[in-house]
């Protein structure tokens, strides 16, 4: 076992999204299986949240979010962390895709290029690889990728995406996605034993093109109206309670009384919840997650292409609805759900344990480079591909940032 190895971690961390603050959460306990006496610092938008959220005293949190809007306050004192640790781990999630932003992929590249030419061991584990539609940002893949010492995404998809931007090396391995890793009943926050409510039933979705918010508050009135009460979870609190505000809009106050809204204040206030409910209804990849984790009946709605994923790996993928079935048509569909769940228990049981044991390879196949892993000199001999990729996404992220405040008065008069 490797011993007082100090670890830096990087994700999409403390932004306060239940999913990314699980992720961070079972990489630590990850680390701290394979490793004695860590000393870890995790990376974050927001330290102090973060550290609230989590609750991991253990833990060192700093700001040091890559290509956010504050990274240039931030660069001199990330770059001093990264020197003074032995290695960098990124991950897990979905950092290598830009449907949503370039900043995200960009900057997690860009950390992988500094880790490894500051000489220290460099690890992406967990993660889920595309879309990937700027062609700048898979020639920077390809650039630096092939320097990393170990890469671990979660499923085959992301697999094939690597394969199609040319990478096919021996560091590269597919396992899962991290959470499964952690087994949810040693943890602290479930050792109380709690019992769980047969009306009681958890929604974890999120705002989505495709979803009626007149079709969903008829869902919840039949619901409430056959004697059940809802949990509608908000899995990042300032978007999802918006979402939820507009859903219940159309609900009547008798159908409000029985709804609560969980806005988490600490990660277990989640996990506990969804382990006193009945029935799961979640398109989030780790509301599932943890619905499987927990033995709780889950009818996962697919928005992406991670939750069919997980789902065929659970051999649960005839279970799973499109967004625009969300309505009435899924109180049918919950029937069936149950009924699966009261007859393939050793089924489940056996694919969510296989599940796991891919989870745990993400630190497993990096347990020997850590202890024998020894500080190497800064900007040891790499690629000069390596050299290129950081100048160049850096200069990409400095024409970004300049291009955002010129064009900040115009779109804040367009929003207007």
């Not at 220290?120 to 630096?144: D, H, N, S």
């Not at 926050?189 to 009626?212: M, V, Y």
């Not at 347990?367 to 990729?389: A, C, E, T």
Request: net charge positive; glycine share 6%; charged share 25%.
């Amino acid at each position: 076992m490797a011993v007082g190895k100090r670890i830096l971690l990087y994700g999409m961390y403390g932004s306060i999204n239940v999913g990314d603050e699980l992720v961070c959460y079972s990489m630590v306990r990850g680390l701290e299986a394979i490793v004695k006496n860590p000393q870890i610092w995790v990376a974050s938008l927001n330290e102090r949240k973060s550290q609230e959220f989590q609750c991991l005293p253990e833990v060192n949190f700093y700001q040091g979010r890559c290509f956010h809007y504050t990274f240039w306050l931030h660069l001199i004192n990330i770059l001093k962390k990264v020197r003074q640790v032995d290695g960098v781990i990124i991950g897990g999630g979905g950092l290598l895709q830009d449907q949503y932003s370039w900043r995200l992929p960009g900057g997690s590249v860009w950390m992988a290029a500094l880790s490894v030419l500051m000489g220290k061991a460099t690890f992406i584990l967990g993660v889920g690889v595309g879309p990937l539609r700027r062609k700048w940002l898979r020639r920077a893949l390809y650039r630096i990728l092939p320097s990393v010492d170990q890469i671990c995404v979660r499923d085959q998809q992301s697999y094939r995406v690597l394969q199609d931007i040319g990478l096919a090396m021996d560091n590269i391995q597919v396992t899962a996605d991290i959470v499964p890793s952690i087994d949810l009943y040693r943890e602290s926050f479930l050792k109380k034993k709690i019992s769980r409510d047969q009306k009681l039933i958890a929604i974890i979705l999120r705002d989505w093109p495709g979803i009626d918010n007149k079709s969903l508050a008829t869902l919840l009135e039949i619901l409430v109206n056959e004697g059940h009460k809802i949990h509608l979870h908000c899995f990042e609190p300032d978007h999802d309670s918006v979402f939820y505000e507009n859903v219940l809009s159309h609900c009547s106050a008798a159908v409000k009384a029985n709804i609560k809204k969980i806005i988490p204040q600490k990660l277990s206030e989640t996990i506990e919840s969804i382990n006193q409910s009945a029935f799961v209804i979640s398109m989030r990849l780790h509301g599932c997650i943890l619905a499987v984790g927990l033995d709780v009946p889950l009818l996962p709605v697919v928005y992406e292409s991670k939750v069919r994923s997980f789902m065929r790996q659970m051999g649960m993928e005839d279970l799973v609805h499109e967004v625009r079935d969300i309505g009435p048509g899924l109180i049918t569909e919950m029937a069936r759900v149950k009924e699966y769940w009261d007859n393939n228990p050793e089924e489940r049981y056996d694919r969510y344990r296989q599940i796991k044991l891919n989870a745990d390879k993400n630190f497993e196949c990096i347990k020997n480079k850590l202890m024998s892993m020894k500080n190497r000199s800064r900007f040891r001999s790499v690629s000069p591909k390596v050299y290129i990729g950081l100048w160049w996404l850096t200069l990409r992220a400095l024409m970004g940032e300049i291009y955002h405040i010129m064009t900040f008065p115009w779109r804040s008069y367009c929003r207007k």
